[in-house]
């Protein structure tokens, strides 16, 4: 894994990582998630794990789990079963009785695309599973892919998203006419849901008070054609900048698609910056002008909040897209930031971070990257924060030492958009003042 | 099982098995040797323990399999032991090292010389069994090193092997287990494996064990878990015989009270028509299903691992068995069988039917409920029953 502690200028200059032998990591996820969340939340499409009952329940379990906020409801996930003894001998082959489990659930679901998801143990092995998959077309008549990104692929997930959604988009990039329309793709939000509150609903509202359509979320709810039709569009604007690699660069290049968006919409500033992306890519300088008269509204509705936090010293965590946004916010509610954390480094993290930082009131002293819960610990313990932003394990250290703690990862009211900033002000507010909003191991108890 | 037609499963693989036995000996750390993704998929074990999710990995990729991996868990175990200086490491093997089948056993056996602490070598990958292989293999482990520390207890004093803090309603169920020991035999429980264990590192004494929970069928003869009032009557009735024992007097009249309790709940309501489904590992779904079959007369279907068959099997059939099936998979098979009443985990909630938590995964957000087992359990069931019967 890639692992740094120190000065963020020192990172932000030679974005050099050390492999640490040890990681107690309790935030990312393996690549193997970042594909079927990518590919559950695609309603035609049928994941199937290849060998692995473990990865088809602890994934499963997250994707579901962590997703009933947002409208996900129970999909199947089903494996193909497999013992050491079958990957030694590389049979890899359903036998009759799995067949019968597979026609059920594939009469009732009727999927327009398999994808069989390899495991370490194929892909250790280096098995050619073009067999599994024709020995699966030819039965039952549905188009199926092989994914070879697996647990042992990379320390995040980032290689998962990027590869989900290359399998989803290898089905059409090449061939298919597709109908231009106005508009944009809102890429990298992998839920159902378009609830206002939510994080895409803030995004949805917005874009459509500055008069841009949303063509697509993607891949949150889509279906294989919503893939396809997306093709027409005029961006793919990034809801989260964690999703750019191969797949969205290969689309920009062979169907002239621009990429809109690397700085995540949070913050003022860092909206504006998300919006002034938008506003290039489609050649709308208007757009800019209109996003400040909306931005007026909430600076002076941000006043009083600044009043009451500013100087106060915050510990914030987050992925690639997270973090840099919620140091926006940081920035507009005038907080110092003492310590940051990132869990794990994007190419894109780079330039983000670095522009947000300098725009931070002072700090942070020090950054980690790719922190274990121990690492927290020691930062909590040292006392130096009077609250603490971060993802939802992170909650233990502070509850040990008495830290208002506002979790990040799962929340309800939006952290997006120019309203993000008052909403976590209200929260950090709320927290200051004594509210729990992890009192259970799994919900957030925030109330709308 | 090869002749399984079920592709969802209802068990994971024995990583998660090693761990519900690991968080359940106080200071012990885990170490995943294999990717980060099969640790950050199993924080959820110890969160369900209400335990922090400390499941550190050797974080290993592609290029670590071809290279070896030796040297970076050495460096892991001797940063484990600086940080959190544990009465145990346990490395728990995922199917990436255990395909490579490295040769750990020499290096281990120096580290362990080296630092002063046991530290075991589990492999826990999915290719080579599910949880309850994997907790079973870390208990020989375990009982194997304690045997080598042991002295032979002559005190009225048991253990209850087989429990975990992950399993659901774990608190709860476990005072309750310890209530009937008190409360009905002449004996006392000194400890749980694995719930809450402290100094492990000191002399052990060697107790009569009770299997229960993961390990229910370690033993020829086998009880599955007290529900009801045959079925509570039955597991006191086995600890006495393994520990050889006698029972207290006051046993007939809890047993008859709750008989009558029953009796009186057919009477007013016709339950023989309800239907149950359960979804649970075997010592607790099998002890379910016993009660609403045996003792209500209902239609039972159970979900559960191949021990439930087994004890079926030799025992007479308690319900309609489903092996190891979850999830989506599970909960069409209940919508065939159209249950008016299920126990399991939030996967199988649904507006269909009535729905209590019974088995992790339990996502959704819900009442603190007493424990369904022994005597005063009966009363918590009927309860919920007569909810559903009078919706009906």
Known sequence: MQWYSGKPCKLMNEWKFK???????????????????????????????????????????????????????TRPLPFIELSKSDVVNGTYKINEFQLLGFEKLINRLKPNLIVLM?????????????????????????????????????????????KGLGILFD??????????????????????????????????DLLDKLNIP??????????????????????????????????????????????????????????????????NVLEKPSIIEDAKLILLDYQEQVVCIQNELRGKRAFVSGGPGRLPGLLSIMADLKVNVVNAAL?????????????????????????????????????????????WMGGFQEQHSCKRYEIPFIPTTVHLASHQCFEGVINVGQKIKKALEGYDFVASSFRSTEKL | MNNLSRIEPLLGCGLGGVLKG?????????????????????????????????????????????????????????????????PLIVIILTCATSLTSELFG??????????????????????????????????????QWKKTQGVKNKNSEIELIGLSPADYDSEKNLQLLNRLITEFTSLSVKRVLFQELDNIDSTWDLLPSIPCGHLWAIEKKQQPAPYGADGTYAWLKYVSMITKSNLSLSIEESYLNTKKLINKFKQSYSVNNLKIAIEAESWWGVGLSKFFSEELGCKVLLSSDIDAFLYQKVNGEVANTIIDTGNVELTLEFDSFSPDMVFGS??????????EPFWHPIYHVVDNTQSFMGWRGVSVLLTVLERVLSTT
């Open chain 1, 19 to 73: 492999d640490s032998p040890l990681w107690a990591d309790y935030q990312v996820l393996g690549p193997n998630f970042g594909a079927v969340s990518v590919l559950l939340s695609v309603t035609d499409v049928l994941p199937i794990i290849i060998g692995s009952r473990g990865c088809a329940t602890h994934l499963r379990f997250t994707k579901l789990a962590w997703g009933i906020d947002y409208d996900m409801r």
């Open chain 1, 118 to 162: 390899a495991n370490d143990a194929s892909i250790l092995s280096c098995i050619d599973l073009s067999g599994l998959k024709a020995q699966i077309e030819e039965i039952f008549h549905v188009r199926t892919s092989i994914l070879e990104v697996s647990a042992i692929s990379s320390s995040n997930q980032w290689v998962g998203y990027d």
């Open chain 1, 171 to 204: 089905l059409y990039i090449n061939n298919e006419e597709v109908q231009k329309k106005e508009g944009v793709n809102l890429v990298g939000w992998k839920w159902p849901s378009r609830e206002r509150n939510h994080d895409i609903g803030a995004c949805i």
């Open chain 1, 214 to 279: 949303v063509n697509y979320v993607i891949p949150g709810g889509s279906c294989l054609n919503d893939i396809r039709e997306s093709l027409g569009s005029q961006a793919n604007v990034l809801w989260c900048p964690s999703y750019i690699g191969d797949t969205l660069e290969r689309i920009e290049r062979e169907r002239n698609i621009p990429i809109a968006g690397f700085t995540p919409p949070y913050g003022f500033d860092g909206t504006m910056d998300w919006i002034t992306e938008i506003a």
């Open chain 1, 343 to 387: 869990y794990w480094p994007h190419h894109s993290s780079r330039k983000t971070l670095d522009k947000v930082i300098r725009r931070l009131p002072s700090g942070p002293k020090n950054i980690i990257v790719g922190p274990s819960l121990y690492e927290i610990e020691d930062i909590a313990s040292s006392k130096q924060v009077d609250f």
């Open chain 2, 22 to 86: 690991i968080i359940g000996i106080n200071g012990a750390v885990p170490l995943i040797h294999g990717p980060m993704s099969c640790a950050s998929g199993h924080r959820i074990i110890p969160l369900f323990g209400s335990k922090e999710p400390l499941v550190p990995s050797t974080s290993l990729t592609e290029i670590d399999a071809v290279m070896g991996t030796k040297e970076k868990l050495i460096n892991a175990i001797e940063k484990i032991y600086t940080l959190y200086k544990p």
């Open chain 2, 106 to 143: 020499p290096l281990l056996d120096s580290l362990q010389k080296e630092l002063n602490i046991p530290i075991f070598l589990v492999d826990g990958s999915g290719i080579t069994g599910d949880e309850i292989y994997g907790f079973r293999e870390f208990y020989k482990q375990f009982v």
């Open chain 2, 346 to 355: 939030s996967y199988v909630k649904n507006h269909n039917w009535g729905w």
